[in-house]
């Protein structure tokens, strides 16, 4: 299994920025790093993802270590909705599937 | 916005008996998933299907498990005789072929209890 490694829970003020890390040390050249969140009873939803560079979209920035041997998921102003678990996952295999470590459980406090 | 749908959200069965989960993906992808969750566990692989056959599958899908594309929008997952352990959440995912990133898109999940 491609493994990543995250702290088990975080929490966040709500409106300030969160930075949850990721280690992925194993991670190969052509790995994307995907980051995804489960909010409770539904199915995992997608974040982000990158490959080398930094990556900004609507909910999220992603900030890949030069090595890419980490990253970091930047919520720049944390909600109450942003409260779920989010994982951090290195596609493998043929299929590209995904290996899903036990994730971090960010709560917001208003 | 496309979306990944599953049927039934909850299903309830008894030890022994067969179960079919089905799931529609977008139209046009053709990679299919199926992950699971045990209550309060993490998100497991279960399987990899593209054109019309596995292409990896975990140590967890044995031989009660199989996987079928009746036609041309379900992606069905069966599990032949169902024991306690396999009551879980259970995902399917599907990505297109043309996105080198890989993102899959989940659906809400279907909701096993095996009694």
């Known amino acids: 299994d491609a493994k990543t490694t995250q702290p088990n829970s975080m929490e966040s003020n709500e409106e300030e920025p969160v930075h949850l890390p990721c280690n992925h040390s194993t991670i190969s050249g052509t790995d994307y790093i995907h980051w995804y969140r489960q909010l409770p009873s539904q199915g995992p939803e997608y974040v982000i993802h990158g490959l080398t560079s930094n990556v900004n979209n609507r909910m999220a920035s992603l900030a890949i270590a030069e090595d890419r041997k980490s990253s970091t998921l930047i919520l720049h102003r944390a909600t109450l909705r942003d409260a779920a678990v989010y994982y951090c996952?290195?596609?493998?295999?043929?299929?590209?599937?995904?290996?899903f470590g036990t994730g971090t459980s960010l709560t917001v406090i208003p | 916005e496309p979306e990944v749908t599953q049927t039934p959200s909850h299903q309830v069965t008894q030890m022994g008996q067969e179960v079919i989960l089905r799931c529609v993906p977008i139209?046009?992808?053709?990679?299919f998933y199926w992950y699971r969750q045990i209550l309060g566990q993490k998100v497991e692989f279960l399987v990899s299907f593209y054109n019309n056959e596995i292409s990896e599958k975990s140590e967890i899908f044995d031989d009660q498990f199989s996987v079928e594309r009746p036609d041309g929008s379900n992606f069905t997952l069966k599990i032949r005789s169902t024991k306690l352990e396999d009551s879980a959440m259970y995902f399917c995912?599907?990505?297109?072929?043309?996105?080198?990133?890989?993102?899959?898109?989940f659906g809400p999940g279907t909701r096993l209890t095996v009694t």
């Open positions: 995912a599907s990505r297109p072929s043309f996105l080198k990133s890989y993102e899959q898109y």
């Open positions: 996952i290195l596609s493998k295999g043929v299929g590209n599937q995904f290996y």
């Open positions: 139209s046009n992808h053709l990679y």
